[in-house]
C-alpha cells in the first residue's frame, strides 16, 4: 500500500486501461470486478469498497483520518487556546460564515483543512447531492444558492463545495455512464422482455419533445425489472420515420433489436400530442399564485385536442401523420391499455355535455371550502390518495388525472352537509338536482376507477416494489366495464353511458379475441378460463398461439444458469441408479417423458385458480409447466399502464421550466435518465 502522506482509493485497484478524458478500467485486487470510471470521479470505486469489501473500505478511511492527524491536532489545540469557546460568526461580504474558535474557511485561517475529492466522506456527500437533484428533479444551479452552501458549510465544514459546472458535466454524467453500464449487463443475459415508447411534446422553449424508451425484462429469479434505456431530444419536425430510426438507434446500442417481445407503444399521432385527461370543468387545484401556471395548464387541455383535429401539435407545430410509425413497428406493437381506457373516459364525458356546468360549479365550490374551511377539518374529508391538504391556509396540491379528481368529488358529496355547514357557500351550494347528478357520474364512473387503480399498481401493498402490472387485467377489466354498464339506469346522465359504451366497444372490445390478451389472461392464474363464456373456443385460440410464440427449444432454455454442461465435463451421477443385484428389490423409477403443449395446457386448467401472484406462481410452476412458462414469461413483460418516464415528463415539465430553473435540454435528459433508472443506481 502507499505510505500515509499519499492515500489514493486507486491503491485498492489494479489500473488495466485509461483512454481518453481521464477515462480508467480497474480491476478489484480484491474480487477481480471491473470498474469504469473517471479520475476525477472515484466514486465507483469507494462504493464499490464500501458494499463489498468492508475490511478494505475501513482500512482506507483509516488511512484518510491519518492523514488528517495534524488538522485534528490543529482544532484541538486552538480550542484549547480560545477556552473552548465555540460560536458561529456570520461572514463578511466575501465568504461563509465560520465557526469560531472550532472549524472555519480555509481561506479565514480557521484550521481547516478541506476533504479532496477522492476522500469517502467528500464522495458520500456528493453522492448525496447528486441523489437530491436526481431525486427532486431539482436544477443542478441549486448547488449555487448561498443559503444551500451555507447549509452544508455548517453540517460539514471540511467538505469541499462542489461547482454547478462540476456536476453537471462530470458527476450527474459519470452516475448516467454507470446506469448504462448496469443495464447492458442485466439486458445481456435475459430472455423475456418488451418495450414501452413514450412521447413527450410540452416543454416551451427548449426543443420539439422527447423520446423515451423503457425496457420491461424478467430477471433470473423471475423478478421484473424496468429501465429507461435513452431519454433523447426530438427537434425539428416530427415524423414517424425519424421516431422509428431513434428508436432502433436505441435498441442497437442496447443489445435487444429483434428481441423484445412486444412493443407499448400508441399511433403516432395520439402519442405526440396527448394530455392527461380531467374531468371537464373540474379543477383541482391550489388557491396560492405558485400553481396558477400548472392549473393554467390544466384548463387548456381541451385547446390541444382542437390542434389535433387540425393537424397541428402544441405552439402551432404540424405533425407529419403517416402511416411509418405502424408499419415499422409491426405486428410487435400494441396499444397501452390504461391510456386507451383514458380516451375512453374523455369520448364518454365529451358525449354528455350537460355535465360541465355542474363539474364546473363544483369544482368552485371545493375551491371555496380549501380557502373556508380549516386545514384540521378538512384533513377529516379529503385525507388520503387523490388530494393533499396540510399547512396553513390548507395548500392543495394540483390533481390532474380524472380518476384522482373523481374520487376528490366523491369524497366531497359525501361530506357536503357538513362542509356547507362550516363555510357558508352562499350562491356556491350545490342543489338537489346537481347533488344527484355528481352522485350518478361517481357511480356509473366507480369500476373505470377501480380499472385505472389496478392496472396502474395501486392497489399493490408493498411500495418498495415496483408498480408493474401486465396485461394479463386488461381483458377481464373489458368484460367487467361492458357488464357494468349494460346493468346501469342513467335517469340523469343517459348520454354519459351511451357515450361509454361507445367508446368501450371502439377502442377496448377487440382485446376480447385478441389472442396475445386471451393468452396472457389465462396464463394468470387468478382467472385461467374462468372468465370465457366459450371454455373450448379460447382453448383453441389459446393453443394456436401458444404454438407460435413457444420456441422448440428444450426447456433447459428457461434457466440459462442451469443448463446442461459441456460433454467435457459430464455431470456426476449416482451409484444408485446403475442396476445392481443388491438393490433389486427397489422398484425401477418411470422415465419421465417431456409433455405436449396441449397436454401443459390440460393439467394447469384442471387445477383450481389461485390467487398467488402470477410471476411467483410460474417460478414455483416451471418445472412442471415448462413450455407454458416459458410463454408466461414472455407475456407478464407487457405493462398495461404507462411507465415510470410517462410521470417524469409530467413533473419535469412543471419544475424545470427553462425560465424557472435554467436546464439545458442536454442536462434535462440526464437528469430525467436518472430519475426513471433510480433504484437501479441507489435501491
Known sequence: MASVSKVSILDYFNIVFEGENGKIESNCKACGTRIQAKRSVTSNFVTHLKRKHQAMYDDFVKRKDMKREGYSSSSLHTLATNGGNTHYAPGGAGGMGTLEGGVGGGSGGGGVTKFDRHDPRQVLISEAIAKMIVRDLQPVAIVENQGFRELLQLLEPRYTLERQHYIQTQLLPAYAYQAQLATRQALASTHALSLSLDLWRGLAGTSSGYLGVTCHYLSSDWQIRSALLACLPLTGRSSGNRVLSDFDEICHSHGVSGRAFRVVADSFLATATEKQSCLLGFLVSSPNKQNEEDVEEVRNGNSVEEGIRNGHGEDGEEIECDDSWEQGLGVCRVDCFSRSLEQCISEGLRACPQLSSTLAKASCFYNYITSAVPPEKLTQVFEGPGSITGGSGSTLTVVRDWAAQLKVLRRLLDSVEFLEEMSAPGELVLCASERAQLKELTDILEPFTEAWDMVHGYTQTDAQTDRHVSISLALPCVLGLRKHLCETSTPHCPSLVVGLTQALESRLAPILEDPLYITATTLDPQFKLTWSSNPDWHRQVLIEELSKTSPASSPTDLHPQSQTPDATAPSPVSSLSR??????????????????????????????????????????????????????????????CGTVVESIFTTAGRRLQPERGHILPKNLETLIYLKANYRLLWS
Do not use: G, M, N
Open 579 to 640: 442396476p445392481c443385484k443388491l438393490f433389486s428389490f427397489i422398484k425401477q423409477r418411470p422415465t419421465s417423458q417431456a409433455k405436449s403443449l396441449e397436454q401443459e395446457l390440460a393439467i394447469y386448467l384442471r387445477e383450481e385458480p389461485t390467487d398467488e401472484e402470477a410471476l411467483h406462481y410460474w417460478r414455483r410452476k416451471a418445472i412442471d409447466f415448462p413450455l407454458l412458462a416459458q410463454v408466461a414469461k414472455r407475456a407478464f413483460t407487457i405493462p398495461a
